[in-house]
């Protein structure tokens, strides 16, 4: 059997595609960052003089900006009339806020990356973990905001009637434990969706729980929903009849006892569901821009904090469900099943 062997030619267009996009993903922060996404989404076509004006910008940079967005296919320019517009598909992207496919805030976590280069690069040469909570800020809030969308867009409508009976259990009124929450947005989509249903967020970044607190009482849900700087191999307080790990698990250094925390937490009948970013359990199933850019949050990020906790695993986010089962099996979970799976996420059900 022959193999395709890849041409010089080949190898360095797809690299310098990748140089392209680094480059690219500069000029898509500062756009997201300035507002000049939203505003011509809001506005619709506009020459680079209009758009500079409204958007208070020098129009000498707008122009070249904007040159930059046509070349790269993130904005739409008609030559005849030398305006410039985003198409829906541009805009669901690029501009709302609320989209599932939004990915401006993204490149937040490329920068990220960058900045905290030569902490990777010891962590390298040592060995030695790199927490979470000394990683850039905007690796922090670019992955809060990240995530939020798919939550928004998934976790309520698909990813929870895939557990049998939890909605149910939801609408009559339960205690929810959100472990790993970040800044909290998974919880409180949860808490807006079911009333009834008091909800707990932890965390072990004492600044992403001040915002999460902030949140819950910026949108009127404090007391039904609460947030506790918490490691993850303790859950404090009442039991459970739902327990999340939303992209977490896989960061701990010890999801094991993480996963039994969650077990001995739940009351019977509850249920443990883990988000885990989508692999296949073969390094060769994986092979493509999804993977490749998991791999690489996971070495400079996931394996980095598993690493610092000096603990029984380093799972990285693309352990997959065989790796993953293995962890809840341990655990002393009796039934686990993939409930569903996304081209980002795997859902798994998981019960005592």
């Not at 819950?216 to 918490?230: D, H, I, Q, Y």
């Given at each position: 059997m022959s193999v395709h062997k890849p041409t010089l030619q080949f190898v360095f267009g797809r690299m310098f595609d990748d140089l392209s996009a680094n480059y690219g993903g500069v000029m898509i922060s500062i756009g997201h960052r300035l507002g000049?996404?939203?505003?011509?989404?809001?506005?619709?076509?506009?020459?680079?003089?209009?758009?500079?004006?409204?958007?208070?910008?020098?129009?000498?940079?707008?122009?070249?900006?904007?040159?930059?967005?046509?070349?790269?296919?993130?904005?739409?320019?008609?030559?005849?009339?030398?305006?410039?517009?985003?198409?829906?598909?541009?805009?669901?992207?690029?501009?709302?806020?609320?989209?599932?496919?939004?990915?401006?805030?993204?490149?937040?976590?490329?920068?990220?990356?960058?900045?905290?280069?030569?902490?990777?690069?010891?962590?390298f040469r040592t060995g030695q973990g790199v927490p979470w909570g000394e990683q850039d800020q905007r690796m922090i809030c670019g992955s809060a905001a990240f995530y939020r969308n798919c939550y928004a867009a998934s976790l309520v409508p698909q990813w929870l009637p895939a557990l049998p009976g939890m909605v149910?259990?939801?609408?009559?009124?339960?205690?929810?434990?959100?472990?790993?929450?970040?800044?909290?947005?998974?919880?409180?989509?949860?808490?807006?969706?079911?009333?009834?249903?008091?909800?707990?967020?932890?965390?072990?970044?004492?600044?992403?729980?001040?915002?999460?607190?902030?949140?819950?009482?910026?949108?009127?849900?404090?007391?039904?929903?609460?947030?506790?700087?918490?490691?993850?191999?303790?859950?404090?307080?009442?039991?459970?009849?739902?327990?999340?790990?939303?992209?977490?698990?896989?960061?701990?250094?010890?999801?094991?006892?993480?996963?039994?925390?969650?077990?001995?937490?739940?009351?019977?009948?509850?249920?443990?569901?883990?988000?885990e970013p989508f692999a296949s359990d073969r390094l060769e199933d994986n092979v493509g821009s999804v993977g490749r850019t998991f791999y690489a949050a996971s070495t400079a990020v996931c394996c980095a904090h598993a690493i610092s906790e000096k603990g029984s695993h380093v799972l990285g986010a693309q352990a997959g469900f065989a790796a993953l089962r293995e962890v809840l099996d341990e655990a002393g979970f009796d039934s686990i099943t993939l409930a569903a799976e996304t081209p980002f996420n795997l859902i798994i059900d998981a019960r005592a």
């Open positions: 000049l996404y939203r505003l011509m989404a809001e506005t619709g076509p506009l020459g680079c003089d209009a758009i500079a004006e409204r958007s208070g910008c020098a129009p000498r940079y707008i122009r070249e900006w904007l040159a930059s967005q046509v070349a790269g296919g993130c904005v739409a320019y008609d030559p005849a009339s030398a305006t410039y517009r985003l198409t829906p598909e541009q805009a669901a992207i690029f501009a709302d806020h609320s989209s599932p496919t939004f990915l401006a805030p993204a490149w937040q976590c490329v920068a990220a990356l960058w900045a905290g280069e030569e902490r990777t690069l010891e962590a149910e259990r939801l609408e009559a009124g339960s205690a929810v434990a959100d472990v790993g929450c970040g800044h909290g947005y998974s919880t409180l989509l949860m808490a807006e969706a079911f009333p009834n249903s008091r909800f707990a967020g932890f965390d072990g970044d004492p600044g992403s729980i001040a915002i999460a607190r902030s949140l819950a009482v910026e949108r009127g849900l404090a007391e039904r929903v609460t947030f506790a700087v918490c490691d993850a191999q303790e859950l404090p307080g009442e039991s459970y009849d739902l327990v999340c790990f939303f992209d977490c698990l896989h960061d701990t250094g010890f999801p094991v006892a993480s996963a039994l925390a969650a077990r001995q937490a739940l009351k019977s009948g509850g249920a443990a569901m883990i988000v």
